[in-house]
């Protein structure tokens, strides 16, 4: 079993930053693929971002690239989303989850763990 827990996530203007901390327990954290979804009211969850088991292969849903950066420590047990440029529309709940492939980065039904989620609210 993993348990993921999010946390950064908060209240920032419009134009500001977080950053997003998604730790990890249980099984060897390098064995799985995380990625950050993003689900707001009345929305399906959303891909976001994905980053391989080593960290050396990263994938972004094409509307945020540019804007926000995965990574992660697998010394610490830790992957991170660094959200810059930040929209109204940017506004949800944010989770990461963690599965054993690469290879089904964007799709929510593939993973096998989840973090209960922090919120991030972006004012206008």
């Known amino acids: 079993q993993v348990q993921l827990v999010e946390s950064g996530g908060g209240l920032v203007p419009a134009g500001g930053s977080l950053s997003l901390s998604c730790a990890a327990s249980g099984r060897t954290f390098s064995t799985l693929a995380v990625g950050w979804f993003r689900q707001a009211p009345g929305n399906e969850r959303e891909f976001v971002a994905g980053i391989s088991k080593s960290g050396s292969s990263t994938y972004y849903s094409d509307s945020l690239k540019g804007r926000f950066t995965i990574s992660r420590d697998n010394a610490k047990n830790t992957v991170y989303l660094q959200m810059n440029s930040l929209k109204p529309e940017d506004t949800a709940v944010y989770y990461c989850?963690?599965?054993?492939?690469?290879?089904?980065?964007?799709?929510?039904?593939?993973?096998?763990?989840w973090g209960q989620g922090t919120r991030v609210t972006v004012s206008s």
């Open positions: 989850g963690a599965q054993p492939t690469y290879s089904y980065l964007t799709l929510a039904n593939k993973y096998n763990y």
